[in-house]
């Protein structure tokens, strides 16, 4: 929000995020002359919550991953500036007063802005594992903006030069097991998807290596065991999600023989 300035946008994705969207959005507010909310096909409460935050609320089909709904989303924006939030993000006031601060003497030449994020693993700030500084490409010109990829985390693609930013986006990455359980699931059906699609090779003991090779990336070569408890948590995770992906792998080739 920069008064007699440039106009700021915030696009959020959601699908069923009734318990995390309104703390989202209040953080949106922040910085937000306009909130853009793009809903995958919710069926739960998040739409009403929404309804008392957001400017403007659009459906989208709940396709999987959030990508081809962001495209969706930015071209849907007023703003000079597009910022994009999940709603398991906030912005924080440090983060909001640097944008405040910044945009209104950003070049011309500057097409998006990289943020540090912080992700917080059952209320622990992750900061070892290769989880810290986490830098996302997520305040973009809205008339440099090209598209998003769609593909499961992919970047977006802008004309320009990248600037970056100090303060970090939190990151309510994993707050209990069941949601972390939920979400491996999810998207490791779908890499093991696109897998399947590159002919890639699977067997017991590359399952077996895949899932040891990321806990010692993540856990001891990135020092994931530092964050204690927590870090050991997510580093163990991180094998799990591998594991699954390559097992969905192994049932899908299997049951096209």
Partial sequence: ????????????????????????????????????????????????????????????????????????????????????????ERITPELANEIIATLPKTAENIGAFAIPRANYNFGVWLKHGGWWPDYQVRLLRKKSFVVWPEAIHSFPKFRGEQGMLKNPLKHLANENIEGMVEKTINYSQKEANLLFAASKEVSALIILKKMLAEFFRRGIKKGGILDKT????????????????????????????
């Fill in 1 to 88: 929000m920069i008064k007699n300035s440039l106009k700021i946008s915030v696009n959020i994705i959601v699908r069923n995020e009734e318990k995390r969207i309104e703390e989202c959005l209040l953080s949106a507010r922040l910085i937000a002359d306009e909130i853009v909310l793009v809903d995958m096909e919710s069926d739960d409460k998040t739409i009403e919550i929404a309804k008392r935050y957001a400017d403007k609320i659009y459906s989208y089909p709940q396709v999987g991953y959030v990508e081809p709904a962001r495209n969706f989303g930015i071209k849907k924006c007023s703003g000079d500036w597009v910022f994009i939030l999940d709603a398991d």
């Fill in 230 to 257: 927590a870090g050991i948590i997510q580093s163990v995770y991180q094998a799990f999600s591998v594991m699954c992906t390559y097992i969905f792998l192994w049932e899908k080739q299997n049951k096209n023989q």
